[in-house]
Nanobody, 124 residues
């Protein structure tokens, strides 16, 4: 089955940047739609960004639009989330998710494969 591993989380001050990576194994990335979700303590998991299998369509949540950038490198079986101008409210565990489809959107139920998550903490 498809396996996803997220890396790149850590502690950063407000206004700083981090780049998360999600590496896939067990299946080619070419035909997977991918998304990033996050979950803060006491809150429900929410969609952050998603990209279609073709890679030309990308959607961002309003809360991160203009600050985060998602990309994919199918040759490396890796998806990235570049996070700039980070805010304390961005603090959460970030999860990578995939589905064998052209598009999944920011709906949790659309995705079949999930990583273990990586912690992002934005604090002074």
């Amino acid at each position: 089955q498809v396996q996803l591993v997220e890396t790149g989380g850590g502690l950063v001050q407000p206004g700083g940047s981090l780049r998360l990576s999600c590496t896939f194994s067990g299946f080619t990335l070419d035909y997977l739609a991918i998304a990033w979700f996050r979950q803060a303590p006491g809150k429900e998991r929410e969609g952050v960004s998603c990209i279609g299998s073709v890679g030309t369509r990308i959607l961002y949540a309003d809360s991160v639009k203009g600050r985060f950038t998602m990309s994919r490198d199918n040759a490396k079986n890796t998806v990235y989330l570049q996070m700039n101008s980070l805010k304390p409210e961005d603090t959460a565990v970030y999860y990578c998710a995939g589905v064998y489809a052209q598009w999944g959107g920011l709906v949790r139920g659309q995705y079949d494969y999930w990583g273990q998550g990586t912690q992002v903490t934005v604090s002074s």
